[in-house]
């Protein structure tokens, strides 16, 4: 344990003393691994940049690894892509912001220096030590904050929980709708953070059912009183809450954070809608991206439906002061950092 401390402190350093691109750059990162909703937030950072004077008609960009795709190097994912050549959140991310240039490599050097754009998001770049970027959010699960969490194998940080400090501010991820009385002061006390960092919160909203095969979905199952609910989500805990408000849900297929699905999984997912045949079938929209590079029966096709999901904040404060660093980012970025 006290060399991987010692190796994180070394990655740290590097980070720190990283040059940052020839453009604005926002990193969304966090120090554990999964389940704080990279995803969702950088979406809103997207939907906020588009809404903006300063970057709304700007060329605005989205770096990513791209994890456990099969293509290699830099590569441009479009909307028309498939989840294993450009990963299943950049995919997601280019079909639902086609005026977004997404790109993956795992050089994230050389991937900004590729991008002819004004800005760049980057998905999870906190870590990684040759790149310093203009602003960095770290987000923090309301549900396993980082200071009851314990470094890997034994947790689930990737980091060193005192890294958090080094973020230009922090999002508190997945809070309930309502914030008792001094818990978000209870939360700066317990992160150690100082008085001057902003501390964010946000929660999750989940929208209507969208069909993923449009063309051929019956619409009649978006009115079924039961659903069958399959995912390959770090936590799928929330999802379930919210999908039995409308639903009652007959059966679940939990697979692997960003399970590749095969063409048994189809088969295992085909077996439980004929054994339920009246019941709507849900997924996340990250799991539905990975479906499409598959053949997919008509008996699925028709009823499978996705559930988006948004991040807000809980305090329109917060997001004000988020679209503040954002215009920020003219002044402080242009011209390298």
Not at 18 to 23: K, Q
Not at 194 to 214: I, K, Q, R, S
Not at 323 to 329: I, K, P, T, V, Y
């Amino acid at each position: 344990m006290l060399i991987q401390r010692l190796i994180l402190s070394r990655a740290a350093k590097a980070w720190r003393n990283a040059p940052g691109a020839a453009v604005p750059t926002v990193c969304v990162g966090n120090i554990t691994v999964g389940g704080t909703g990279k995803t969702p937030h950088t979406e809103l950072i997207l939907r906020m940049l588009l809404e903006s004077n300063r970057w709304g008609n700007a060329g605005l960009a989205v770096l990513s690894r791209g994890y456990k795709r099969k293509s290699k190097g830099f590569q441009i994912v479009s909307p028309d892509s498939t989840a294993s050549f450009g990963g299943d959140e950049p995919l997601q991310i280019a079909r639902k912001f086609p005026t977004v240039t997404v790109a993956v490599d795992k050089n994230r050097v050389e991937g900004c220096e590729k991008l002819a754009s004004d800005l760049i998001v980057l998905d999870d770049a906190f870590q990684y030590k040759r790149l310093h970027a203009t602003l960095n959010i770290v987000l923090v699960n309301y549900r396993r904050p980082i200071f009851e969490d314990r470094l890997l194998p034994f947790g689930r940080l990737r980091d060193l929980p005192s890294r958090i400090k080094e973020a230009d501010a922090v999002i508190v991820t997945k809070c309930p709708s309502v914030l008792e009385d001094g818990e978000r002061e209870a939360w700066r006390e317990r992160l150690r953070l100082p008085e001057n960092m902003p501390l964010w919160f946000t929660t999750v909203e989940y929208c209507e059912p969208v069909a993923v095969f449009p063309d051929q979905a019956d619409t009649r199952y978006n009115y079924s009183k039961t659903a069958v609910l399959f995912s390959g989500i770090a936590d799928d805990t929330p999802l379930r809450a919210h999908i039995s408000d409308t639903y009652k849900i007959v059966e679940v297929l939990k697979f692997p954070d960003h399970h590749a699905f095969s063409k048994g999984d189809i088969g295992q997912i085909a077996a439980a809608v004929r054994k339920h045949p009246t019941a709507a079938l849900l997924t996340t929209e990250k799991d539905a991206v990975r479906v499409l590079d598959l053949d997919v029966p008509q008996e699925i096709r028709e009823r499978l439906f996705a559930v988006p999901v948004r991040a807000t904040f809980l305090d329109p404060a917060d997001q004000q002061a988020l679209e503040q660093r954002l215009e920020q980012l003219a002044v402080i970025g242009l011209g390298g950092v």
